[in-house]
T-cell receptor, first 114, second 119 residues
Framework: AQSVTQPDIHITVSEGASLELRCNYS??????LFWYVQSPGQGLQLLLK??????LVQGIKGFEAEFKRSQSSFNLRKPSVHWSDAAEYFC????????????FGTGTKLQVIP | GAVVSQHPSRVICKSGTSVKIECRSL??????MFWYRQFPKQSLMLMAT?????????EQGVEKDKFLINHASLTLSTLTVTSAHPEDSSFYIC???????????????FGPGTRLTVL
């Protein structure tokens, strides 16, 4: 079975500070990994994805994530947070073959303070 | 990029009535569409997978007679919540997966969601 864990339910950072959101996964092979952002009452927007190759993935809005197989992690980072980054962030995993079912983590709510 | 729309964006209905939610892929053909449910402050839970021209595949614990899914064309899937009750109130999100392409993985594109409130 595949699963995704986001250990931090809620994170508060100051505007301009760096950000790291944690994501750990469980899957028997190399998964496809995603980070999505959701603003209140909205759908999901894809920030970035990892399929294979370079383990450091660049996404939109200045976000990046690093796939670490040894730690089963795919943490999301941003060097300088903007107030508009306040939202809910979801890490997700898809199996790499066949049905390609997507499993989401429980989400991390990011609050940005002035 | 690929765009998925949902209609309506928000609906309020009385208990016992049925509500239909549409999910459309606007600029690509989607052989597979997914329906998710999101409770407040929780993650998305996959309800069912809808394949064009065939019956939907429901996840464990999801009542197929209550949540009717139809995927009649490559650009449209509908979710009908039958005999809705207050506990069905939730945020319903669909996604559509493109067919074809060079990649072995076909990305899912998400709709903006539908807020259902059952009184």
């Amino acid at each position: 079975a595949q699963s995704v864990t986001q250990p931090d339910i809620h994170i508060t950072v100051s505007e301009g500070a760096s950000l790291e959101l944690r994501c750990n996964y469980s899957y028997g092979a190399t998964p496809y990994l995603f980070w999505y952002v959701q603003s209140p009452g909205q759908g999901l927007q894809l920030l970035l994805k990892y399929f294979s190759g370079d383990t450091l993935v660049q996404g939109i809005k200045g976000f990046e994530a690093e796939f670490k197989r040894s730690q089963s992690s795919f943490n999301l980072r941003k060097p300088s947070v903007h107030w508009s980054d306040a939202a809910e962030y979801f890490c997700a995993l898809s199996n790499s073959g066949g049905y390609q079912k997507v499993t989401f983590g429980t989400g991390t709510k990011l609050q940005v303070i002035p | 990029g690929a765009v998925v729309s949902q209609h309506p964006s928000r609906v309020i209905c009385k208990s016992g009535t049925s509500v239909k939610i549409e999910c459309r892929s606007l600029d690509f053909q989607a052989t597979t569409m997914f329906w998710y449910r999101q409770f407040p402050k929780q993650s998305l839970m996959l309800m069912a997978t809808s394949n064009e021209g065939s019956k939907a595949t429901y996840e464990q614990g999801v009542e197929k007679d209550k949540f009717l899914i139809n995927h009649a064309s490559l650009t449209l899937s509908t979710l009908t919540v039958t005999s809705a009750h207050p506990e069905d109130s939730s945020f319903y999100i669909c996604s559509a997966r493109s067919s074809g392409g060079a990649s072995s993985y076909n990305e899912q594109f998400f709709g903006p969601g539908t807020r259902l409130t059952v009184l």
